[in-house]
């Protein structure tokens, strides 16, 4: 077999290489919504380290918020679909609170949860033009090639479950989302991380209902064991904010030459 190589300026600070290939997909029977087994062969991409977190999510907010502060509020981190913003606004723009309304601390590097699908595409679109560098959601077939590897594990880690290896509902006394990076064993043979807990992520694609529903891949803070397993998917309305979910970004191209 043939594996191109990227040099680090190509694939750029913060994001890792997966190379063009195949990769076993689906045909977990521990998940009901796992896709049938199959062996496609997938492009290279360059998928982010982390999930954007909090502290990523308030400059574009703060940005946008320079010029449309409606805009800005609605796609605030929020409490439901109709919800108001679990984030406080004022002259300055948007900050993180220590603790919000109902209690909650927050951290800059929690990944950046409760916001829509709409919302993770307008931050790839924004991360975009500030980069010089096409950026978008992975698609479920790029983001399990990440998480997976190819040779059809169940967890990034292998195939062996252990709560104490990722974020979900049992890894803590008390289940919550952490910074990224927290778990150091949630990781995928390519090395990217936290693919198996602590956030659900929103993926490109379309789950093929009336509804006009996105796929969202992966296991968060609230997960039991079954929903963090490589293959599992579930079916989201895209208008929908959950303090569940957030989203990585993906460029299918090598990263600017700079100077």
Known sequence: GEVRLRTDAEIGPGYIYVPAGPFLQGGDRGTKTSLARANPSIAEFFIAEFPVTNEEYLEFLNEIA???????????????????????????????????????????????????????????????????????????????????????????????????????KESRERAGPVPVGTFATDVSPYGVRDMAGNCEEWAADLWGDSRGSRVARGGAWLSNSVLVRCAYRSSIEPHLASGIRGFRLLSRDPAPRRG
């Open 66 to 168: 320079r010029t449309d502060p409606e805009e800005a509020l609605r796609r605030a981190p929020r409490r439901g679909a109709e919800g108001g913003s679990y984030w406080t606004f004022g002259k300055d723009g948007f900050s993180i609170p220590e603790v919000d309304s109902e209690g909650d601390r927050h951290d800059p590097r929690w990944p950046a949860l409760a916001v829509s699908w709409h919302d993770a595409v307008a931050y790839c679109e924004w991360r975009s033009a500030r980069d010089g560098r096409l950026y978008g959601l992975p698609t479920e077939a790029e983001w399990e090639k990440a998480a997976r590897g190819v040779d059809g594990r169940v967890y990034p880690w292998g195939n062996r479950f252990d709560p104490a290896l990722c974020n979900m």
